[in-house]
């Protein structure tokens, strides 16, 4: 067969193996050969064999483990067994579920940055009050960011929309305190000017409060703020939820009602499931890494290999390399 698509995924990183393996054993994919890392007791589980190519590794990555040291201390983990194949070009794109920390600092020492980038950002799709989803940068990788990088999650992320999703000139938002070009601290003010500059369909400021209306296609923030902003969405949905069961259960009228907008409620939930979106994917390195939840199941992980698959098809890192070597922009 041609042109097979070899994704790594790390049985390591995720909180239960169980559902990777269950993944693993059903997921069926003529295009796609899964290369699976992890003990041999693990390993060992998996029943299937066509087109599922098994790395037994000897070490872990703990959440405990110096982040960035990790690649150096344990070069037989999962994790940093399988960003060596990927480095080495042995697979197109790794799926870990492990310690963000450690992913993005072997990802950052052991796959190098695309020419220009100083700080790569983590990004992800993000739900959207209507059917469009939006991509966010930074979700954390760097508290701390420039100006300049705040302008290259822009160009890189303007990459992914048009590779990925087909839209030709994506619109881009600054996270900020305000809507006017006055609002923010000095590097969000210098930022905006230098995204006002150089980048096409910049739409200026976005407060927090819009960022689900689905006004743009792409937002980007530091990771401080930006990090923030994504706990903040995960919690107040997960809490909405909880509250609207409470507020159904409490007598035999209400469990009555609840039967009638479960439809609605079971759509809600969904909307805001991060499992359908695919994994945070480091923007700035040279190859693709995505990482997924600790807890995900077998559907976020289906959606984290269509990602992957997705990008690989698209060449999308191959094109992120070039554009910034020639310094174009959209």
């Known amino acids: 067969m041609h042109n097979i698509m070899k994704i790594g995924i790390d049985i390591l990183g995720i909180d239960e193996p169980s559902r990777i393996i ?6 069926k994919d003529d295009e796609v050969e899964l290369y699976v890392y992890g003990l041999e007791e693990n390993l060992n589980q ?4 066509e087109n599922i190519i098994k790395n037994v590794c000897t070490e872990e990555v703990l959440m405990s483990d110096d982040a960035a040291r ?3 201390k344990k070069k037989d983990a999962s994790m940093i067994r399988m960003l060596a194949d990927l480095n080495n070009d042995v697979i197109d ?4 579920g492990g310690s963000t920390g450690a992913f993005m600092a072997s990802s950052l020492f052991m796959l190098g940055r695309i020419e220009g980038i100083s700080k790569p950002g983590l990004a992800s799709l993000l739900p959207t009050r209507s059917e469009h989803k939006f991509l966010f940068t930074d979700l954390g990788a760097n ?5 300049d990088d705040l302008v290259n999650y822009a160009k890189l992320g303007q990459l992914y929309m048009k590779y990925i999703y087909n839209i030709e000139t994506p619109s881009v938002a600054l996270l900020n305190v305000g809507v006017e070009e006055s609002k923010g601290n000095k590097v969000y003010k210098e930022a905006h000017k230098l995204l006002k500059e150089d980048i096409t369909n910049f739409k200026g400021n976005i407060e927090a409060r819009e960022i689900l209306e689905h006004k743009y296609d792409i937002v980007i923030a530091d990771g401080f703020a930006g990090n923030i902003l994504l706990k903040s969405i995960e ?3 997960s809490s909405l939820g909880k509250m609207i069961k409470g507020i159904f259960l409490e007598n035999l009228i209400t469990k009555i009602s609840a039967l009638l907008v479960k439809k609605g409620i079971t759509a809600f939930k969904k909307k805001f499931d991060y499992s359908e979106y695919g994994g945070a994917f480091l923007l700035g390195i040279k190859k693709p890494s995505i990482k997924i939840h600790g807890s995900s199941d077998e559907n976020a992980l289906y959606y984290a290999v269509q ?5 690989h098809k698209t060449k999308l890192y191959g094109i992120m390399i070039e554009t910034m070597e020639k310094g174009e922009t959209n």
């Open 22 to 27: 269950n993944f693993v054993n059903s997921y």
């Open 46 to 49: 998996i029943t299937k064999t």
């Open 70 to 72: 990790v690649h150096r």
């Open 93 to 96: 794109v790794a799926i870990s």
């Open 143 to 147: 508290v701390e960011a420039k100006p």
């Open 235 to 237: 919690g107040v949905a």
């Open 307 to 311: 990602q992957a698959k997705q990008i």
